[in-house]
């Protein structure tokens, strides 16, 4: 079964940084797009970054482009998501999932059929 979890959720100041982190297993690890979403209540569920482990290949949403980071530990079938100049607005249930990697990876941000793990809560008090 394919099974993810994202972990790390916590309290942090405006301009502070956090780091996120979703455990996966149950699927080939570099075969899939691993990827970072966030739903505020209310809103619809916003597509923050993903990854493609194979080849290192990345994308982020706008509102976190040059604060955030994703990365990934193959040999430990995990990825990272490192947020830095933290905002209020940051403030969501982090999911992270993975979908089979047929296309670019900047497709899988609005896109792709995703399995996925329970989320975890970020909040940013300003």
């Known amino acids: 079964d394919v099974q993810l979890q994202a972990l790390g959720g916590g309290l942090v100041q405006a301009g502070g940084f956090w780091r996120l982190s979703c455990a996966a297993s149950?699927?080939?690890?570099?075969?899939?797009?691993i990827g970072w979403f966030r739903q505020v209540p209310g809103k619809e569920r916003e597509g923050v970054s993903c990854i493609i482990s194979s080849d290192g290949s990345k994308v982020y949403a706008d509102s976190v482009k040059g604060r955030f980071t994703i990365s990934s530990d193959n040999a430990m079938n995990t990825v990272f998501l490192q947020m830095t100049s933290l905002k209020p607005e940051d403030t969501a249930v982090y999911y992270c999932?993975?979908?089979?990697?047929?296309?670019?990876?900047?497709?899988?941000?609005?896109?792709?059929?995703?399995?996925w793990g329970k989320g975890t809560q970020v909040t940013v008090s300003s």
């Open positions: 149950g699927f080939p690890f570099d075969h899939y797009v």
């Open positions: 999932a993975a979908s089979l990697a047929r296309y670019g990876v900047t497709w899988y941000l609005d896109n792709g059929v995703y399995h």
